[in-house]
């Protein structure tokens, strides 16, 4: 791989990611709404959530805390698939002579880059979460930031810098849960895909079933770690001075008391088809650029 490609992954990453965020910002805005409705014991319907929400500011309501979104897709997205771009090639040549990697060294691969990519975009997730959650609080509570950059800069001047990463944690085994969900059925299916179609099949149609195989195991696999993290970030200290949650762990025993070991999947539709349209539209994406930019396909 040459040192062009190796660039030009980082750059994949950003594109691809972010044009899925683009396509499914208004699918997340109603997961996380649900996500906190399931969490004050209310109607978790995504038709009642998404009434609320235009009701509240219209059509935009849905895009509230996109550029948070896309500033955290070109710091996370862009080292969550560049590094494993990287990563697993370097493996492959380095490692396995030429052939292709196993589910457990993707595992690894995908681990490492979801973990680091999430710690360093853990400011923006902190943002976006913030802005998305606010019309829920009481007015007297609410934040009201009015970008990412105003948010960056009180959470600074109100908590301390260190608040940046809070919630850190739970992000990261969050993105660690979805990047090795993804990535790894992803390459899996598209593996078993090719070797039973034969070199006649249409690399398109593949890619497309395999992206499908790898948006259901995305949902199931990582949707327990997201709900702990949008309780976790935006959780606010009450009267007295005490935050809802203590710990992650906290978080998983009170949410499990509260609302059953069923309540972890809480909003699993549409949080399928938030995240579900984000994997396909993602990876496809990233086929499709990698192809665009000739990665892979030159010759040292």
């Given at each position: 791989?040459?040192?062009?490609?190796?660039?030009?992954?980082?750059l994949v990453g950003t594109l691809?990611?972010?044009?899925?965020?683009?396509?499914?910002?208004?699918?997340?805005?109603?997961?996380?709404?649900?996500?906190?409705?399931?969490?004050?014991?209310?109607?978790?319907?995504?038709?009642?959530?998404?009434?609320?929400?235009?009701?509240?500011?219209?059509?935009?309501?849905?895009?509230?805390?996109?550029?948070?979104?896309?500033?955290?897709?070109?710091?996370?997205?862009?080292?969550?698939?560049?590094?494993?771009?990287?990563?697993?090639?370097?493996?492959?040549?380095?490692?396995?002579?030429?052939?292709?990697?196993?589910?457990?060294?993707?595992?690894?691969?995908?681990?490492f880059a979801g973990s680091l990519?999430?710690?360093?975009?853990?400011?923006?997730?902190?943002?976006?979460?913030?802005?998305?959650?606010?019309?829920?609080?009481?007015?007297?509570?609410?934040?009201?930031?009015?970008?990412?950059?105003?948010?960056?800069?009180?959470?600074?001047?109100?908590?301390?810098?260190?608040?940046?990463?809070?919630?850190?944690?739970?992000?990261?085994?969050?993105?660690?849960?979805?990047?090795?969900?993804?990535?790894?059925?992803?390459?899996?299916?598209?593996?078993?895909?090719?070797?039973?179609?034969?070199?006649?099949?249409?690399?398109?149609?593949?890619?497309?079933?395999?992206?499908?195989?790898?948006?259901?195991?995305?949902?199931?696999?990582?949707?327990?770690?997201?709900?702990?993290?949008?309780?976790?970030?935006?959780?606010?200290?009450?009267?007295?001075?005490?935050?809802?949650?203590?710990?992650?762990?906290?978080?998983?025993?009170?949410?499990?008391?509260?609302?059953?070991?069923?309540?972890?999947?809480?909003?699993?539709?549409?949080?399928?088809?938030?995240?579900?349209?984000?994997?396909?539209?993602?990876?496809?994406?990233?086929?499709?650029?990698?192809?665009?930019?000739?990665?892979?396909?030159?010759?040292?």
């Open positions: 791989m040459s040192n062009y490609d190796f660039y030009l992954n980082f691809s990611t972010s044009t899925a965020t683009c396509c499914i910002q208004p699918m997340d805005m109603i997961k996380v709404r649900i996500q906190l409705r399931s969490e004050m014991g209310g109607s978790t319907s995504p038709f009642s959530v998404a009434k609320e929400i235009y009701g509240i500011g219209g059509a935009k309501e849905f895009y509230r805390g996109l550029d948070s979104a896309l500033l955290r897709q070109v710091v996370y997205g862009t080292l969550r698939l560049g590094i494993y771009f990287n990563l697993t090639e370097w493996v492959k040549v380095n490692k396995n002579g030429g052939e292709n990697l196993s589910a457990l060294q993707r595992a690894g691969c995908s681990l990519g999430s710690f360093v975009g853990n400011p923006c997730d902190l943002a976006l979460v913030r802005m998305q959650a606010d019309t829920t609080l009481p007015e007297a509570e609410r934040r009201n930031y009015k970008n990412v950059f105003d948010a960056f800069s009180r959470i600074v001047a109100e908590e301390g810098i260190t608040s940046l990463w809070k919630g850190a944690v739970p992000t990261m085994m969050r993105a660690s849960a979805l990047n090795v969900s993804m990535l790894v059925s992803y390459e899996t299916a598209k593996d078993i895909a090719t070797t039973a179609m034969g070199p006649s099949a249409s690399p398109f149609q593949i890619q497309f079933g395999s992206s499908m195989i790898a948006a259901v195991a995305t949902a199931v696999g990582s949707l327990p770690f997201d709900n702990i993290k949008t309780k976790m970030q935006k959780q606010k200290a009450g009267p007295d001075g005490k935050l809802p949650y203590a710990s992650i762990g906290d978080c998983f025993a009170k949410s499990m008391a509260k609302e059953g070991v069923t309540g972890f999947w809480a909003g699993l539709p549409t949080y399928y088809f938030r995240v579900g349209p984000h994997a396909i539209i993602t990876l496809l994406a990233a086929e499709q650029y990698r192809r665009i930019f000739g990665i892979g396909q030159k010759k040292n």
